[in-house]
Structure formats: structure tokens, C-alpha cells
């Protein structure tokens, strides 16, 4: 069966590139601009102070990994009271090496961003939290430290492989601040999120994502969900913010656009293969969803000005 948050994953395409360290040692305080994407943070030895724009100082330990998805600035200080540094200051000319502030070890932070699918992207984007923490103690961030020690080590030590490597344990380290988020019991609003976080509709979700070209109807779907038609409806729409059979129509849609971008498959062959009857049918669906033929968001693929 369809693992849902892989199959949205497959589709937002997150790639976690690390881009720096930073190592302090003393009383120091660094102040770091509004990221201009999603930005990830974690604190491999040591513990600080962070003082995110227009909220209180909180306590950073080792093992702590923060994601950033707003463009906020904040601070990380040894001492929240400190007055702070330039950041950029500091990590310029340190293309490999971690960044240094005042002498010692005793602070090891790690930092990336997450580049995301300009198709798909938006599904992760719009359910992140402006800021969601991790802790190195909660159950889903249990191997957060590991990834952490293993990150740095091939960042630090340029060992042949290190550039995979790192890109490899960036995506699991991402992989596990989603995981934390979802385990978070936060009241996330109507979105997939809350939709495949519903043990209930999972069952449902399933059967629309294994096979998406299928004629699903809505008592088949209510039926896998062990509820009455009725029932069903109204839950799922509660939970994914559009009705069963819309929500459908908008997963073949990012389907059809990401295998119009990364595949030569004949638009009528793909139309086929995500249940419309003609090539005429599927342009018009995609062209009411996404706003543009199908051909010419294909054709974005080698020119973006015709997109």
C-alpha cells in the first residue's frame, strides 16, 4: 500500500543541501538575517540561546534541530542579554570550514536549506509551521544527535564521498523534522497533513493515490473508511479542505504536472493513464487547475518564459 507521506514527498521533491557551521566558543551572539527559503538548524555539541523575531528567548541544546520556513531573523547568543554579531560577517571566506566565533569548541552548529519542487513545493511549504522545533529527547528526533555527528564529520573532514554523504543525511535529518511535526498532535488546519494524519480516511487516501487513473467512487471510497457516504464527506472535507473526489482530481493534476516536466510521456497517454477518456478532457481539467495546456507547461521545461 501507498506510503502517503512518501507520496507526497516524491512530488515536492525536498533536497536538503547543508551550507555551513558554525563553531563559538565564550560569549558570543550572532544575529542571522530573515532566510529568504526554508532554512534547517541543528546544534551538534554545546547549547545556546535563540531569540526568534517577536518571541522569547528559548534554550537550545545538542541534539536540537530547528527549521525555519518564514522569513524571520533571529538571534543564537550564549547569553540572550549579549548584543549581536553580523553572522554573515563570520562565515565569510569559510567556504568548507565551520565559521568561527571567539576561540574554543565547547558550540557546533550545523545549518542548510531545503530546495523544493517549483511545481509541487508548495504541498510541504503551505503545512510547515512558521518555525517547528525538534527536541533531541522526543521520540521521532531520537537519532537527530547521530545525524548530526555524522554530518559534521564528513563536512569537517572531507572524506572521499563527503558531498553524498552530506546530502544523504541532510535528507534523513529533514525527513525526521517532518516526522516530528506530524507526531507534534498539533491542530493543523484542513490540508493533506491533516488528512493523512486521520487513521480513518488513510485507508481511502490510499486507494486514491495507489491508483489515481481509477473511476473511484465516493461509496467505495466511504466503504475503505469503514463510514457511511454521508460520514465520510463530511469528515474528509473537514480534514483535507475539499470534498473526496476533488481532492482526487487535484493529486492527478500534481501528478500530471510533475510527469509533464520530468518525462517525454505523450500528453494522450497520460491522460489515459489518470482516467480521462481524451486528451481533450485532461487539457481542459489541467488547464482549469493550473492555468495554463498542458503542452505549454511542458514546454516551460526547456524555456521558463513560456511558462
Known sequence: MPDLL??????????????????AGGDWAARFPPPAQVKFFGIARGACW???EGAEPARLEAGDVFLLSAPLAFVLASDPALP?????????????AAARLNDGDDFLMVGGHVDLNPDNGDLLHAVLPPMLLARAGSAPATASQWILDQLVQERLTGQPGAGSATAHLAQLLFLHLLRAHLASQE???????RAITDRQLAP????????????WQLGELAKAAGMSRTSF?????????LPPLAYLTEWRMRLARKALRETDTPVSTLAFS?????????????KRSVGIAPQRHRAAREDPANA
Do not use: K
Not at 521533491?13 to 563553531?23: D, I, K, R
Not at 549581536?84 to 568548507?96: E, H, K, Q, S, W
Not at 481511502?204 to 473511476?215: I, K
Open 274 to 286: 489518470l482516467g480521462y477518456t481524451s486528451e481533450s478532457a485532461f487539457s481542459h481539467a489541467f
Open 6 to 23: 512518501s507520496d507526497i514527498l516524491s512530488l515536492a521533491n525536498p533536497q536538503s543541501v547543508v551550507t555551513g557551521a558554525l563553531q
Open 233 to 241: 464527506a463530511t469528515r474528509f472535507r473537514a480534514a483535507a479542505g
Open 84 to 96: 549581536p554579531l553580523d553572522v554573515a560577517a563570520a562565515f565569510r571566506g569559510c567556504a568548507d
Open 50 to 52: 535563540m531569540r526568534l
Open 187 to 193: 491542530a493543523f488546519p484542513p490540508s493533506w497533513i
Open 204 to 215: 481511502a487516501l490510499r486507494l486514491m493515490h495507489g491508483e489515481p487513473g481509477r473511476s
